[in-house]
């Protein structure tokens, strides 16, 4: 067993939001240590994202934090040489509904409030940007041309990489089985291999938060639920944006269902399951392809000749209100909470790592006062929230 080793920062789980916050926290000059269960980094649920990255929420905090998120990603191949896979492109919310159009309609102020470049289009630019969308019944949609897409098998390697030039450790297959602590401090984390010290701990340990709640002795209320993704091979170019049909399907198994192009020409595709599969299985089921290409195949029928690679399921870990929490809970010092980001973690961690960073270094967000209470672990996760965009 490894004697006990200090760091400024201990950060539990390599993975969307815990690698960001390493690499941030590295470059602001802190010690770093990074515990990850698998064997490299990303390699929970973060590799089962399709790698979207959109501002385009309700929540204030979900659209200052993925903003953050998308300059970090935009920039970071011309800031340190490599190549996250970032495609630009927008996303679009094609709609046919009237229902849906109110409520697309309705987010537009505060999305706008909050700096977002979004508008409602016509249904013969919604044809223009999807192109072979089946055109009857189409009434236009929302558009977001800054949001893109970023492969989430690269983003992992390039935040590990520029962490690592800044001293931080990374341990993998070693898992956080408890924490020290002297009275209510917490002061470090024993693992199956050893026990680390550290001035601060941050837990984003995803889908397996709340495994951590009687290790703490607070509630961490993160249910994880399941979700299938699929990728096919390449085909040419066509498709710009990530595309959100919201739409539950007419086969009453899918509340919505979208997809993109990623950078290779791979359409990478997922759908809501109507019905959640709460837990952590993550075993595909039959069920999910033949429902998929039913969905595509009538939004755009060109589909119909895609030739698909693999699929896969992976978690969402969820809270209540669907908002994620990111803050140090008053019960504890030296914990700072990173987990519960939904169905978006993907495109919420560089920005997360970021205001992680900003707080845990100098006490303050990088983004607003407003914004950032979204994500107050003492907030009443039963409240209604603007969150609509889970
Ligand atoms: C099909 C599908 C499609 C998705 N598409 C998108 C998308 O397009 N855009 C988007 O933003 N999000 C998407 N998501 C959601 C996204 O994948 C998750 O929100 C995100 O990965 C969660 O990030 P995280 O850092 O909380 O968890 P993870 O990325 O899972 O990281 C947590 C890490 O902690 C480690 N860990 C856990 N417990 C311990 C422990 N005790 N000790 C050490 N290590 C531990 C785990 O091994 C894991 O690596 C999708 C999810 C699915 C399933």
Known sequence: MAGKQNY?????????????????????????????????????????????????????????????????????????????????????????????????????????????????????????????????????????????????????????????????????????????????????????????????????????????????????PVTPDSHEGGISAPIEHFLAPLVVDLRPGPEGKTANFYFGQNKEGQIIFCYTPKELFIGTDRESLSEFLPILAQRMISLIPRFKNLLIRRVWRGCYPMTPDGVPIMDAPRQLSGLFLAVGMCGQGFMLGPGAGKNIAAMLTEGLPIISGEANDCFRYDRDFHKKTTETLK
């Open 8 to 220: 400024d920062v201990i950060v539990i789980g390599a993975g969307s939001v815990g690698n960001p916050a390493a690499c941030f926290l590295a470059q602001k000059g802190m010690k770093v240590l990074v515990i990850e269960k698998r064997a490299a980094a990303g390699q929970g649920d973060n590799k089962a994202a399709i790698g979207g990255v959109r501002a385009t929420h309700s929540d204030p905090g979900k659209i200052s934090i993925c903003m953050e998120s998308l300059g970090i990603f935009k920039s970071w191949q011309e800031q340190y040489g490599f190549d996250v896979g970032w495609k630009p492109g927008g996303y679009c919310f094609p709609v046919y509904d009237e229902k849906i159009e109110n409520t697309l309609k309705a987010l537009l102020p505060i999305q706008k409030k909050f700096g977002l470049n979004i508008d409602w289009v016509d249904s013969a630019a919604i044809r223009e940007l999807i192109p072979g969308i089946e055109p009857s019944g189409l009434r236009g949609g929302t558009y977001s041309p800054e949001d893109g897409q970023v492969s989430p098998l690269l983003a992992p390697v390039a935040f590990q990489r520029e962490a690592e030039k800044h001293g931080a450790k990374y341990l993998f297959n070693e898992k956080v089985i408890g924490y020290t602590r002297e009275n209510n401090r917490i002061t470090g984390v024993l693992t199956d291999k050893g026990e680390y010290a550290a001035g601060q701990v941050v837990l984003a340990a995803g889908a397996d938060a709340a495994e951590h709640s009687a290790l703490l002795g607070i509630d961490i």
